[in-house]
């Protein structure tokens, strides 16, 4: 199903340019990325090009800085919010490698975070009965064991069952924009589908995703709209499916050569 | 030369010396007692409060940080308060003055009172060294606490909370506690100021675990933001006994816990934790002076502190593990969480090991909230305030969390957060 509405932009990246705060290393240089309501967009690209600062830009981290150019959200300039005004917002960052926080039980993390984004909605708090319930049900779904929800928060889990807690998280929190950072990495065939089935049942009208990945495997399951290559900061070249299978055929020596 | 000088006495130091003839023939005691009264007194003028120069108190200059001392105790009428743990035995110290004997099945129990007035309270009013302000200052002028003792083979069933609770003033305070061989026990001492005024406290607790005997004992401190500490727990572990001290400081402007601790019996284990919650001007002194003296013994020792504002903090942790005393396992941390620029801590691990065959081992570090943590918790919505209360919270939980009591770890808890709350 294609829910994308063309006359409207979710998502604005005009003219980006960032550097890490700590030592003015410029790793973004001059990025443009529209991405519509609806819409998955999936962003390729060699490592070290920029991917996953790009996703930490967008969910605000303040060890990099934007220099030039405006991200807008809705059509709001978020640069001068913090992670959790965007994240009250409906930014959603999925990480590349989550954190483990001890101390932290999973399921107190869970209910302040799903509070604060009913706050953000207006909405009243959970009560505690149906908290546990909701969660229950996200974690059945994504065969998450309930053992795991009553440990400090990603402490111990397995590479594949920490990327499984953050998919479990983005469908408790039901965001706007779902920023998936190589959620296909360290999972197993069927840990794939199911947290791709995940993805998909939150795919709305209302709601984009964009999808950072290196492999067509997983855009066999999550179906991309639109396919970017992000090389040395920049997006140097913009399609449909047909592009990540032919980037899958020839590598990525072409497009780069070409944009060269 | 040899010139003999009277020393000057510090504004603090003379009032001491005034409250102790102030209250000649007012203090509980027999002539042995008044003997051990007069000596440590004596002993006390003679080497002034303690100072940085001497190296059990070099981070804490009592001499310097305790500039007066508040009226001798005025007569407050305080209520006792609900205990931490509930269905716990409250025996209650109100204002200095242990309230009535509550009685316990199956333990003993007598008011420090009038194990002064017997005397048999006198061979405990010592020092324990030549440093030892505390066991000076608090066998010169203790009235009152409560004796327990736990007869061999006995489980007492539910916790006893031993519950100092004072308004301003004087206050001295002494807890023996015996627990005969094989018995089992959890004890929560709880020092509380209940208004504001300022108060200089000393407590004592003499805690001897015979053999076998598996005791949790939890001190718990929180004074008020302008008082004194002066707390002094005094351990004894025979063979196979284990002994769980958690030792919470919350409150007080000028606190020393001096944890003094004497593994004794083969096959003992200590395990001790300590949470320190530091704010405003305070200054908090943990100092731990272990010995393990026989072979075949462990203990772990963990410390975490979180200090914000101006406040500063001290660990000192000394283990002495004896000649003998081969197959010692000991192992202590100390973890810190500094929260403002303004803030500091020391941390002193000191080992002395006599004996070749053993593991001992320490640690300190010292660190801010990590970023990667609070960036997380942030991109899911938390906002900054409130991620960082948690991940303080988080630091101090991860050593709450191993007490086996599901109600003493929610109990505590509810401490530390309620403390962060207000502070954070
Ligand atoms: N905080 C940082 N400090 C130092 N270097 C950084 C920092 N953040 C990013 N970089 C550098 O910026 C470049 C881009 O990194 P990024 O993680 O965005 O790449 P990526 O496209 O996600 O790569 P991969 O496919 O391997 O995940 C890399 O060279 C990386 O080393
Ligand atoms: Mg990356």
Redesign the interface.
């Known amino acids: 199903m294609n829910y994308v509405r063309k006359e409207i932009k979710m998502l604005e990246i005009k003219n980006l340019h960032a550097r890490i705060a700590e030592d003015g290393t410029e790793i973004i240089r001059g990025l443009n990325l529209t991405v519509k309501p609806g819409e998955v967009a999936a962003i390729m690209g060699p490592n070290g090009s920029g991917k996953s600062t790009l996703s930490y830009i967008l969910s605000g981290r303040e060890d990099y800085e934007v220099t030039e150019g405006e991200i807008l959200f809705n059509g709001e300039n978020i640069l001068e919010l913090d992670p959790a005004e965007r994240a009250a917002k409906g930014v959603f960052l999925a990480f590349q490698y989550p954190v483990e926080i001890p101390g932290v039980a999973t399921m107190q993390f869970l209910k302040v975070a799903m509070n604060e984004q009913r706050k953000a909605r207006g909405e009243a708090e959970l009560t505690t009965p149906d908290f546990i319930r909701r969660v229950k049900e996200a974690a059945d779904k994504l065969k998450i064991d309930q053992a795991m929800l009553r440990r400090p928060l990603n402490v111990g889990f397995s590479g594949g069952e920490k990327k499984r807690a953050e998919i479990l998280q983005m469908a408790l929190l039901e965001p706007n924009l779902c920023i998936l950072d190589e959620t296909d990495s360290g999972l197993d065939i069927d840990a794939l589908k199911i947290v791709a089935d995940g993805v998909n049942a939150l795919k709305s009208p209302d709601r984009a995703t964009i999808v950072i990945t290196h492999y067509q495997r997983l855009l066999d399951y999550i179906v991309p709209d639109t396919v970017h290559v992000l090389y040395k900061g920049q997006i140097i070249r913009s399609g449909d499916k047909s592009l990540a299978l032919q980037l899958e055929e020839n590598g990525y020596a072409d497009i780069i050569g070409e944009a060269a | 030369m040899n010139m003999q000088t009277t020393p000057r006495l510090t504004a603090a130091e003379s009032a001491l010396v005034e409250a102790f003839s102030g209250q000649i023939g007012q203090l509980p005691g027999n002539g042995a007692v008044i003997g051990s009264r007069d000596r440590l007194l004596d002993d006390l003028k003679k080497s002034g409060l303690p100072t940085r120069r001497i190296e059990s108190w070099h981070y804490t200059d009592l001499k310097t940080l305790l500039r007066s001392l508040p009226a001798t105790a005025p007569a407050s009428a305080i209520d006792p308060i609900a205990p931490v743990l509930e269905g716990s035995t409250v025996l209650s110290v109100l204002q200095g003055a242990a309230t009535s004997e509550a009685s316990i099945d199956g333990v003993e129990v007598t008011t420090y009172h009038d194990q002064l007035v017997d005397g048999s309270a006198a061979a405990s009013l010592t020092a324990l060294d030549k440093d030892d302000a505390i066991g000076r200052i608090n066998g010169s002028f203790v009235r009152d606490g409560f004796a327990l003792n736990v007869p061999a083979n006995t489980e007492v069933a539910q916790p006893i909370e031993l519950q100092a609770l004072h308004a301003s003033g004087q206050i001295h305070t002494r807890f023996p506690a015996t627990f005969g061989a094989a018995s089992k026990a959890t004890i929560v001492e709880r020092h509380q100021s209940v208004t504001e005024g300022d108060a200089f406290v000393s407590s004592i607790s003499d805690v001897v675990l015979e053999d076998g005997a598996e005791v949790t004992w939890i001190i718990l401190q929180q004074q008020g933001a302008t008082d004194t500490h002066l707390g002094q727990i005094r351990i004894k572990l025979g063979t196979e006994a284990k002994l769980w001290l958690f030792v919470v400081n919350a409150g007080g402007k000028l606190v020393r816990q001096e944890l003094r601790i004497e593994v004794e019996g083969e096959g003992a284990e200590l395990t001790l934790r300590g949470v320190n919650l530091l704010g405003g001007g305070s200054h908090t002194d943990v100092t731990l002076v272990l010995g393990h003296n026989v072979p075949n013994t462990n203990s772990t020792e963990i410390i975490r502190n979180v200090v914000f504002d101006k406040a500063s903090g001290v660990f000192q942790g000394m283990i002495r593990v004896a000649p003998d005393a081969q197959k010692t396992d000991a192992k202590m941390a100390c973890n810190t969480l500094l929260l403002s620029d303004d803030a500091d801590f020391s941390a002193k691990p000191e080992l002395e090991i006599f004996a070749d065959d053993v593991i001992c081992g320490h640690g300190a570090t010292v660190a801010d909230i990590d ?3 609070l ?10 305030n ?2 960082r209360a ?2 303080v ?6 050593i709450v ?1 191993e007490l086996e009591d599901e109600a003493l770890v929610e109990a505590l808890e509810a401490i530390i957060s309620t403390w962060l709350e207000k502070h954070a």
Do not use: D, I, S, T
Request: net charge neutral.
């Open positions: 970023r990667n943590h960036f997380y918790l942030m991109a899911r919505g938390v906002p900054e409130k991620a948690m991940l919270n988080a630091f101090v939980a991860e969390e």
